[in-house]
Structures are given as structure tokens and as C-alpha cells.
């Protein structure tokens, strides 16, 4: 019998029971004091009426644009489209309005005292895995877990929780993180756990985890496969959560880091240079209702247990079943049952990585588009505080802005065509005088101006917070690269958006007629494609440019100018694809000095260390993952050992008889793998009678 163990502490059960749509709200739990509810009201009000303000400007401007004459239908729902668009964009350049002020606050008063001392609460360190690099995964938990044993011994262990369903994927985590496991330090245990059934997905890949281990910790960090913490600021969110009892979930702001493509840079510095000033501007007005964005944050793990196990919707996929986009609901969960939820933007030291490309952007959003119009059936759920719906409805409008703005594109060509084949009614009224068709083309221009200057009001604003403080201007490489590097971004976000706008409108176009976006693992690092998939990929998006391009210079020359940063990104969405997941190109613009971030700049130990690990691994990998399940007898007891949670029901499972049949049919490893599909692969690899068995099968075909 093998001798190995289980890669799990005892069991520690915690009853979480499951969440209805609708419930009454909670008392609350927290009290923030007077001075930050003071300013958490005085942020909404400062962000409501400027909000309405500057909306109601340019309404009432495109209006004026439009009454000279006579509105037509067609007019009115241009001015509906626009006044939708224009409110989403003026919310957002208010938002960093706030954030820019609160910045240049803390530069002055500096920043929140950070505790020095460990924290009293155990904490688990939860990282839900599928279908990921371990390599890359354990590199990371390697260098966090080190940093943690030295400076909070006994208050922090990590749980690699596992919901990997390809069986090449699972044998080479396993491979992997047995032996990370075997040499961690007892200071900070590492633990793996794999679900043999992935029921709900990461939500219930984490709830799994609640039910059997969560009485044990008061406190759950939860990041992604790609995420990266240093000790102190784990630490730091440990001694937060303890100091303040109402405190259901503490949400740090991550950047991203390790980009190495075109668009994974692009992401990186609009990240690290614009999402600073975005961030503080929500945590202004969210006060302790704020939000959950999935992962690098901390969670108080009765409060979690007890308020916020999903609710299973009504109906079918995409609208019905499991809820896809947990972190929102969870955080609305908590909020109802009292709890108070945070955003605190002074941690530093938080990271995640991004979408090599653009391809692997629309893969990630088709999942994220169909969980949060999802949340339209929490939109009016009973109980949820004001600030919970309004984030429900901005991560609507996060998809739905995108058919809004194509709507209003097509909505205004087709008044272009309407303009050029009508003849003019000049005298439609009884009137001595006739009736000119005409419009301010001077108010447009104006708008025009004033609707650009909304649209880019958070990209000045963050490079004029980071020109103000030279310490942080220097980071980035001084005011003329950054510089360079804001007007980089900003030419390279105007050509892919209209890529991204036709793709998230195809999207929820999508989702509303019932498509189901399933469960696609994220690619990292490498995002390159071929140009061929490129054009393949992008076909529809070239010939709606390159037609609403020829339209526009049909009918007028300046019409086809105005419409050339939309067409022209459409036009060139197959390069400009093909170039996005290109690392070449993008290292070549770091070396020039150009989208470097901080972190690039002058690299944080916990970066540092992680990057060191994967240049020179401290685990061994394996070429054929089955092979070594074969030959080592190690890797194979461990294996085995971790099959404790897959139980029989006694039903016919046909992929285990044809696993079965396959394993003694087979004569060699290599041949097995190519027979064996992926569900038989898995039945062999959850089945222990068959594990056992593969030692022996492989002496009788040596």
C-alpha cells in the first residue's frame, strides 16, 4: 500500500447555506467614522452633480444641434443613444476627477499608517487553479509562502484548490506541486486539493473549499492563478480585517505586471498609469459598500459562510443556472447581511497579470459579458443597498456601452444617407419663408471637442498626477517618456477600440439570444497568432470598415475623416490583432523605454523572486505526465493518495470500461495516450484499482 498522505489538513466543517435572490436587508455591522462618512457623501454628491451636470451640457448641445429645423425619428433616437453615451463617459471622467483630487491629497498629508506587528488571525491563502502553468503557479505560491513563514510564522497557509479537467493538465499540477508541497516550510504549509466534479465553477470550487476547511481560519485571501502579494501586504490585509470586526471583505487594487506583448503592455501601463487615479475615485464614494473583484482581497470566512453562498437562478443558461460573475453577488450578499465591504488603494504590491491579446481579451470577455448581464435578475433583488445595484448596473453597462456606441455610429450614418438621397422639403409648412435643412455646424464642432475632451479626461488627469509628483513621473522614466508612453497608449487604445466594440456588441448580441459561453481557461504569457487565424478572426470586422468606410466617402469627404478613427481600426483589425500578442514588439518598446511601468523600472522583491523561480525552476517537470505517473512510484502513491474524495456511486460509468479496456489493450504509454480521450483519461486517473494497475501494465510491456 502506498505510504504517502494526504496533501490536506484535517477537516474543519463550516455550514454555509445557500443565499435566495430576494431577502431582507441586514443590520449593519461596521460603523465607519464620522470624518470618512462625511467624505464617502460628500464623493457621491460632488460625483452626482457633475455627473448631471456635464450631461445635461451635452444634451442639451446635441439638441441645439439638431432643432434647427424640424426632429425626425430617426433624430430622436440619435439623442437617446447619445445621451446614454455621454452620461457613461461623463460618470467616468467624474469618477477620476475625485480620484485625481484624493491622489493629490495623499501627496500632500501622505498615506495610512501601515501595522508592523503579525496578525492575530489565521489566514488561508486560497488559489483556485484550471487548467494552468503549475510551473508559473508555483513559482508564485513558492515565493509568497517564503515571505510569509519569515515574517508571520503559523498565521498563514496556502490551499491550491484544483478544478483542472483535461488530464495532462491535472497529472502535470500534480507533478508539479507535490513536490513544492513536500519542501515547504511548516511555518507556511502549502496544501492542493483537486474536485473530481466542478460544480459551479470557481465559486464552487471556493464554497467546496468553505464547507470542509473554513472553521479552522478566520480569514480567506483569495487570488487567481496569476496573482502575486508580498508577505507585508498580505500581512497588512490580515491586520485590517482583525481591526475591525464589521468588516466582511477587503478589496486591494492589483496592477499588472509581466506583460510582454504589444497589448499585454498596453494593458500593463493603462493599468498602472490611469487605474490609480479610477481607483481611488470609486473607493471616494463606495465607503464601505464597495465591491469584490474576485481575487486579491481578503475575506472574513464565517461572514462569507454565513451570507453568501450563490443563490442557483431560475431557468436556463445564459440567464439561468449557476451564477457565472460571482464577486459581485458575493459582495452584494455580504453588504445585505450587514457586513461592511472595502476598497483600500494604499496596498501596494498587489498584482495580477493580463491577456497576452487581443483574441484572448474577447475569449475572456464573452464569460465576463454573459455573467454580469446575468446580474440584470439581481438588479432589483430586495435588500441590496444602493451603492451594490449601482455596481450590478455598471458592470451592465460595462457591455452593453459597446451596442450603445455601435448603435449610435450606425444610427448616425444612416441620418449621413438619410441627408444625402432626400430631397429637401423647403416649404413643408405654410410659411413665406422656406425652411433651410440645415444644423450648427459650429455647436457640433464645439460638442465634438467637448466630448473628445471627456473621453481622454482621465488619461490627462493621470499624467498630470504624475508630472505634479517628480518622484512618481521618474518611476514611469521621466516627463518625456512618459509622455511619449501616454500618447502611445492612447493612439493604440483608439485603434483597437473599435475592434473591441464590434466584438463585446457581437457578444451580447450573443448572450441575449441564448448563447452559453462555458468554461474557457484563460491563456497566459504567450499570445502570439498567426496572421491567417488573424484574418480569419477578424474577417467581419474588416469588411463592416472597409463598407462603412466606402459609404462615408460616397457621400461626403469630410464624413469619411470624421468616421476614419472607427473605420480605420476596423480596416486593420487583422494586423492590429496579429500584432497584439506579438512579445517581440512589445519588448522592443520597453527597451525604447516606452509603456515601462514602475515595477519595470526598479522590480519589488516579491516580483523578483517569482521571476527568479521560473528562470531557474525549483521543481521538475516532465515531458509525458503519464509516463511519470508510471514510472515513478513517489509520484504515483502521492497521486493515489489525493483519491480519497472520489467515491462511487455505483452507477455505469463507461469511460471508466473504456479506460479499462484501452490500459490492456495498449502497449506502450505513448500509444495509450494517443487512445485514451479525455473523459476515459480521467475516469483512469480518479480510479485507483487502475492506478495500481499501471505499474504492472507497464513491466509487462517494457
Known amino acids: 500500500?502506498?505510504?504517502?498522505?494526504?496533501?490536506?489538513?484535517?477537516?474543519?466543517?463550516?455550514?454555509?447555506?445557500?443565499?435566495?435572490?430576494?431577502?431582507?436587508?441586514?443590520?449593519?455591522?461596521?460603523?465607519?467614522?464620522?470624518?470618512?462618512?462625511?467624505?464617502?457623501?460628500?464623493?457621491?454628491?460632488?460625483?452626482l452633480a457633475g455627473t448631471v451636470a456635464i450631461t445635461a451640457f451635452g444634451v442639451r448641445e446635441m439638441y441645439e444641434v439638431m432643432s434647427t429645423g424640424s426632429i425626425t425619428p430617426l433624430q430622436w433616437a440619435f439623442l437617446v443613444l447619445f445621451s446614454l453615451n455621454f452620461a457613461w463617459v461623463s460618470f467616468a471622467a467624474c469618477q477620476a476627477a475625485l480620484g485625481f483630487l484624493l491622489i493629490m491629497k495623499r501627496d500632500i498629508f501622505g498615506r495610512r499608517h501601515i501595522h508592523e506587528n503579525p496578525p492575530g488571525i489565521n489566514t488561508a491563502v486560497l488559489v483556485p487553479v484550471y487548467n494552468e502553468d503549475p510551473v508559473r503557479v508555483g513559482a508564485a505560491i513558492?515565493?509568497?509562502?517564503?515571505?510569509?513563514?519569515?515574517?508571520?510564522?503559523?498565521?498563514?497557509c496556502f490551499f491550491i484548490l484544483s478544478d483542472s479537467n483535461r488530464p495532462e493538465a491535472w497529472l502535470r499540477e500534480e507533478h508539479v506541486f507535490y513536490q513544492l508541497i513536500a519542501r515547504a516550510?511548516?511555518?507556511?504549509?502549502?496544501?492542493?486539493?483537486?474536485?473530481?466534479?466542478?460544480?459551479?465553477?470557481?465559486?464552487?470550487?471556493?464554497s467546496d473549499w468553505v464547507k470542509r476547511w473554513g472553521g479552522a481560519y478566520e480569514a480567506m485571501l483569495v487570488l487567481d492563478a496569476d496573482s502575486i502579494m508580498s508577505a507585508d501586504t498580505m500581512i497588512e490585509m490580515a491586520r485590517r480585517m482583525e481591526a475591525d470586526e464589521g468588516l466582511g471583505l477587503l478589496q486591494s487594487l492589483p496592477s499588472i505586471v509581466m506583460g510582454e506583448s504589444l497589448y499585454a503592455r498596453l494593458q500593463q501601463f493603462a493599468n498602472r498609469g490611469y487605474g490609480l487615479i479610477f481607483g481611488n475615485g470609486l473607493s471616494a464614494w463606495h465607503g464601505n459598500g464597495s465591491n469584490f473583484w474576485g481575487h486579491n482581497a481578503i475575506i472574513r470566512t464565517r461572514a462569507f459562510a454565513s451570507a453568501a453562498h450563490l443563490p442557483i437562478l431560475?431557468?436556463?443558461?445564459?440567464?439561468?443556472?449557476?451564477?457565472?460573475?460571482?464577486?459581485?453577488i458575493e459582495a452584494a450578499l455580504l453588504r445585505r447581511a450587514g457586513w461592511s465591504v472595502r476598497f483600500d488603494t494604499d496596498l501596494n504590491e498587489t498584482y495580477e497579470e493580463a491577456p497576452p491579446s487581443v483574441s484572448d481579451v474577447i475569449t475572456r470577455d464573452r464569460r465576463w459579458?454573459?455573467?454580469?448581464?446575468?446580474?440584470?435578475?439581481?438588479?432589483?433583488?430586495?435588500?441590496?443597498?444602493?451603492?451594490?445595484?449601482?455596481?450590478?448596473?455598471?458592470g451592465i453597462m460595462a457591455y452593453m456601452s459597446a451596442l450603445f456606441w455601435f448603435l449610435l455610429l450606425?444610427?448616425?450614418?444612416?441620418?449621413?444617407?438619410?441627408?444625402?438621397?432626400?430631397?429637401?422639403?423647403?416649404?413643408?409648412?405654410?410659411?413665406?419663408?422656406?425652411?433651410?435643412?440645415?444644423?450648427?455646424?459650429?455647436?457640433?464642432?464645439?460638442?465634438?471637442?467637448?466630448?473628445?475632451?471627456?473621453?481622454?479626461?482621465?488619461?490627462?488627469?493621470?499624467?498630470?498626477?504624475?508630472?505634479?509628483?517628480?518622484r512618481r513621473c521618474f518611476r514611469y522614466g521621466g516627463p518625456i517618456l512618459l509622455t511619449l508612453s501616454v500618447l502611445t497608449e492612447v493612439l493604440l487604445s483608439a485603434l483597437y477600440a473599435p475592434i473591441m466594440m464590434m466584438a463585446q456588441t457581437r457578444i451580447v448580441w450573443e448572450v441575449i439570444t441564448g448563447g452559453d459561453s462555458g468554461w474557457q481557461p484563460q491563456r497566459r504569457g504567450d499570445g502570439s497568432i498567426g496572421f491567417i487565424t488573424a484574418l480569419k478572426a477578424h474577417r467581419w470586422h474588416t469588411?463592416?470598415?472597409?463598407?462603412?468606410?466606402?459609404?462615408?466617402?460616397?457621400?461626403?469627404?469630410?464624413?469619411?475623416?470624421?468616421?476614419?478613427?472607427?473605420?480605420?481600426?476596423?480596416?486593420?483589425?487583422?494586423?492590429?490583432?496579429?500584432?497584439?500578442?506579438?512579445?517581440?514588439?512589445?519588448?522592443?518598446?520597453?527597451?525604447?523605454?516606452?509603456?515601462?511601468?514602475?515595477?519595470?523600472?526598479?522590480?519589488?522583491?516579491?516580483?523578483?523572486?517569482?521571476?527568479?523561480?521560473?528562470?531557474?525552476?525549483?521543481?521538475r517537470e516532465v515531458a509525458s505526465p503519464l509516463a511519470a505517473l508510471a514510472a515513478e512510484d513517489e509520484f504515483r502513491d502521492w497521486h493515489r493518495a489525493q483519491l480519497a474524495d472520489v467515491k462511487s456511486n455505483g452507477e455505469f460509468d463507461a469511460h471508466l470500461v473504456l479506460a479499462r479496456a484501452k490500459l490492456e489493450r495498449a502497449k506502450t504509454v505513448s500509444e495509450l495516450e494517443r487512445w485514451l480521450s479525455d473523459k476515459e483519461a480521467m475516469a483512469l486517473l480518479n480510479s485507483t484499482n487502475l492506478v495500481d494497475a499501471v505499474p504492472g501494465w507497464v513491466k509487462a510491456h517494457a
Open 185 to 206: 516550510d511548516e511555518n507556511c504549509p502549502i496544501y492542493y486539493r483537486h474536485r473530481h466534479q466542478n460544480t459551479e465553477r470557481k465559486a464552487g470550487n471556493i
Open 543 to 619: 469588411v463592416v470598415g472597409f463598407a462603412a468606410s466606402g459609404v462615408a466617402f460616397y457621400l461626403h469627404k469630410d464624413l469619411f475623416l470624421w468616421l476614419l478613427p472607427v473605420t480605420g481600426g476596423l480596416m486593420l483589425s487583422a494586423p492590429l490583432s496579429w500584432l497584439s500578442g506579438r512579445a517581440d514588439v512589445g519588448l522592443a518598446l520597453r527597451w525604447l523605454g516606452i509603456l515601462r511601468t514602475p515595477e519595470e523600472k526598479r522590480r519589488p522583491p516579491i516580483l523578483d523572486g517569482v521571476i527568479k523561480r521560473l528562470d531557474t525552476p525549483t521543481v
Open 142 to 156: 513558492d515565493a509568497m509562502a517564503e515571505g510569509l513563514a519569515e515574517k508571520a510564522p503559523g498565521k498563514f
Open 369 to 394: 459579458c454573459q455573467g454580469n448581464l446575468q446580474h440584470i435578475k439581481f438588479l432589483f433583488a430586495r435588500g441590496l443597498a444602493f451603492t451594490t445595484r449601482m455596481h450590478i448596473f455598471s
Open 1 to 47: 500500500m502506498p505510504n504517502a498522505q494526504r496533501a490536506l489538513p484535517s477537516e474543519t466543517p463550516l455550514d454555509m447555506p445557500r443565499q435566495s435572490v430576494h431577502a431582507p436587508r441586514g443590520k449593519s455591522r461596521g460603523r465607519m467614522k464620522p470624518f470618512r462618512l462625511v467624505g464617502t457623501w460628500l464623493a457621491r454628491l460632488l460625483l
Open 410 to 470: 450606425t444610427v448616425g450614418l444612416m441620418l449621413a444617407v438619410q441627408a444625402s438621397f432626400t430631397r429637401p422639403e423647403y416649404f413643408a409648412r405654410p410659411s413665406l419663408f422656406p425652411t433651410w435643412p440645415v444644423f450648427d455646424s459650429v455647436r457640433a464642432v464645439q460638442l465634438f471637442i467637448l466630448s473628445m475632451g471627456i473621453v481622454l479626461a482621465p488619461k490627462i488627469l493621470a499624467w498630470a498626477s504624475a508630472m505634479i509628483n517628480l
Open 314 to 328: 431560475k431557468g436556463n443558461a445564459p440567464f439561468g443556472g449557476h451564477v457565472i460573475s460571482h464577486d459581485f
